[in-house]
Nanobody
Framework: QVQLVESGGGLVQAGDSLRLSCAAS????????MAWFRQAPGKDPGKERE????????????SYADSVKGRFTISRDNAKNTVYLQMNSLKPEDTAVYYC????????????????WGQGTQVTVSS
């Protein structure tokens, strides 16, 4: 089981950039595909969080939600047991708590979540 800790969130203005990090424990991190998700304020906590981006275990294949394509970049450093989310040109609608998770991919695209959520990191984008 991989334990996850997200960090790097904050309050920024529209158009700014942030880089989120997700640090994982365990020696099997490099075996897992990873993904970022988000939950916007006021959304039903019982509803599945919104998929943002995924990356395969070796980092050679990525996929993105249409809403972030061209602005966000997911990457990973298996030597550091960390996955990143570089967020550029942030918009107020990107405001959410961001979570990472281990996932199952199908043909390089996100299929389902595999492991537990971390605690999340808050991103707030002001207009």
């Amino acid at each position: 089981q991989v334990q996850l800790v997200e960090s790097g969130g904050g309050l920024v203005q529209a158009g700014d950039s942030l880089r989120l990090s997700c640090a994982a424990s365990g020696r099997t991190f490099s075996s897992y595909a990873m993904a970022w998700f988000r939950q916007a304020p006021g959304k039903d906590p019982g509803k599945e969080r919104e998929f943002v981006a995924s990356i395969n275990s070796r980092g050679g294949s990525t996929s993105y939600a249409d809403s972030v394509k061209g602005r966000f970049t997911i990457s990973r450093d298996n030597a550091k047991n960390t996955v990143y989310l570089q967020m550029n040109s942030l918009k107020p609608e990107d405001t959410a708590v961001y979570y990472c998770a281990t996932v199952v991919l199908y043909n390089g695209s996100y299929r389902s979540r595999l492991g537990d959520w971390g605690q999340g990191t808050q991103v707030t984008v002001s207009s």
